[in-house]
């Protein structure tokens, strides 16, 4: 069994790696949002479901219990995707808590990345797609929804991360700040170009990759020329 210490040393080593990835990351969301925003008329609905949540959120009271089922149910159904168990299941508006058969990095940090109500809405929209087909209102309503519940996740996760999580304390603030900052950039890059179909996904990747190769590179002959 690792200490505590050598523990801590891994994850400060990880964080430290996931860095370079992280702002490959940002960049290739950068350049990707500079050409979604001319593929198309789609930021329209995103913009109007986005916009009808702002007001939502700066004019009515917060929805606390929502969120908190959302991020319980992310642990839950990450923890599913691990081949663990769910033991307990408890929501309330003051916070919830689910105890599993056993837990990792990706399970206590899932809710601070995946938009579990924004995955939820494209599975009710395939199926009304699967319905009613093509229809005229069904690709507007699937993204004024996406705009919707992706505001949501991202102001509900801001403010909850402005709260001490037990998440975050027992995996470490650095390297879970990685995991999350890892975790966000990804599903954005993933999503607007899979939206806007340009540059498509595996273009969008590439960039990521290059990217970080050249962070990468710049980082280590940097630190050459300190050791140096």
Do not use: K
Request: proline fraction near 4%.
């Amino acid at each position: 069994m690792l200490s505590r210490w050598v523990r801590r040393a891994i994850r400060w080593a990880i964080a430290l790696l996931l860095l370079p990835i992280n702002l490959g990351l940002c960049r290739a969301v950068w350049e990707v949002g500079r050409i979604a925003v001319d593929a198309g008329p789609f930021w329209m609905p995103l913009l109007v479901g986005l916009g009808i949540w702002g007001v939502i959120y700066l004019q009515l009271p917060r929805p606390m219990w929502l969120y908190v089922l959302g991020h319980e149910l992310t642990h839950a159904l990450s923890a599913w995707m691990c081949g663990a168990r769910v033991q307990s299941f408890q929501v309330s508006s003051r916070g919830g808590a689910v105890r599993l058969s056993r837990s990792n990095a990706f399970i206590a940090l899932s809710p601070y990345f995946l938009p579990i109500y924004s995955i939820l809405w494209s599975l009710v929209m395939a199926a009304v797609h699967w319905r009613w087909g093509a229809a005229w209102w069904v690709l507007p309503l699937y993204q004024a929804g996406l705009g919707f519940t992706y505001g949501f996740h991202v102001t509900m996760t801001v403010v909850i991360l402005r709260i001490r999580q037990p998440d975050l304390v027992g995996e470490g603030f650095l390297f879970s700040g990685s995991l999350i900052w890892l975790g966000n950039a990804l599903i954005l890059l993933l999503g607007m170009s899979w939206l806007s179909g340009r540059p498509g996904v595996g273009t969008a990747l590439r960039w990521a990759a290059r990217h970080t190769l050249e962070i990468g590179a710049w980082a280590w002959q940097a630190a050459e020329r300190w050791i140096r």
